[in-house]
């Protein structure tokens, strides 16, 4: 792993609060100073990967659009917790962005491979 990049950690479900928007503010500026921005799904996170979302009850965005729009920011890694998955019967393979899974017992260890670890 790259130490000069930042990893982002989402806990918190889809449209829950303003958090998530912030983190996604947060990574697009970083992208914007060239700063290497990764994403962690962890928790009641994870369902923010999933498509199809009804936002009919918030004026919030789909997550899916902003999703799908990373890769033209250079956010291309995103991760998942695996037992947040599997809790939830979500399979990393089925979702519709590439999610990489990471086991519970190994996070500690990734997250110290970054320089900055941001929590939202």
């Given amino acids: 792993m790259d130490s000069s990049r930042t990893l982002l950690i989402l806990r918190r479900p889809p449209y829950d609060s303003g958090r998530n928007k912030s983190a ?3 990574a697009l500026a970083l992208t914007v100073f060239d700063i290497p921005v990764d994403m962690l799904f962890l928790g009641d996170g994870v369902w923010q990967l ?3 979302q009804e936002v009919k009850v918030t004026p ?12 033209l920011y250079d956010v ?4 998942a917790e695996a037992e947040a998955l599997e809790q939830r019967n979500l399979n990393a393979a089925s979702l519709p962005h590439s999610v990489q899974a990471i086991p519970r017992q190994d996070l500690g260890e990734f997250c110290s491979s970054f320089r900055q670890v941001l929590v939202f």
């Avoid at 291309?76 to 991760?79: A, E, G, K, P, S």
């Fill in 24 to 26: 996604v503010d947060m």
């Fill in 50 to 52: 999933l498509p199809d």
């Fill in 60 to 71: 919030a965005k789909s997550m899916q659009k902003t999703l799908a729009s990373f890769p």
């Fill in 76 to 79: 291309d890694q995103l991760y």
